[in-house]
């Protein structure tokens, strides 16, 4: 992800979180030294993104989305692995992320790539919902 990769990052992230990023956290993961955030690309635009930090053992997902009119295509689950074997050469041993508890199709995609539940953050985003935190060793993932 570049800064010129940002109008159309933050068109898919509008439309995909009722709370969204702010132009202003995707400088900072792009800028940072200990976060790899990349892009999507579908038919010359962006399709979709992942935001991953990665700092000795332990990797988090901080944001992820794929448009609305590219999702059901398998994006998310690329951007995943990608993250995941990035995470993989920088050393980490554990990719920890929180979702939705509503979110059952990421639900789904991260327990088909390995993830499981570890907990529940209570009353983490608006409307007072749930997050439920999941983890994946990745040494199990190579």
């Known amino acids: ?30 800028q940072a030294q200990h976060s790899f ?6 038919d010359g635009g962006i399709a979709g ?6 700092l000795f053992e332990e ?17 998310g689950r690329l951007l995943m692995e990608k993250a995941l074997a990035v995470a993989h050469e920088k050393g980490a041993e554990i990719m920890a992320l929180e979702v939705r508890e509503s979110g059952a199709a990421a639900i789904e995609l991260y327990q088909a790539l390995g993830f499981e539940r570890v907990g529940i953050r209570s009353n983490y985003y608006e409307a007072s919902e749930n997050a439920v935190l999941m983890e994946i060793y990745i040494k199990e993932t190579s």
């Open 1 to 30: 992800m570049t800064e010129f990769d940002l109008e159309a990052v933050l068109l898919i992230e509008q439309s995909s979180f009722p709370v969204p990023w702010k132009r202003e956290h995707f400088l900072h993961e792009i």
């Open 37 to 42: 955030p990349f892009v999507a690309e579908y």
């Open 59 to 75: 990797a988090q997902i901080l944001d992820i989305a794929v448009a609305p009119d590219q999702r059901g295509r398998g994006l």
């Open 49 to 54: 993104y992942v935001c991953l930090m990665s």
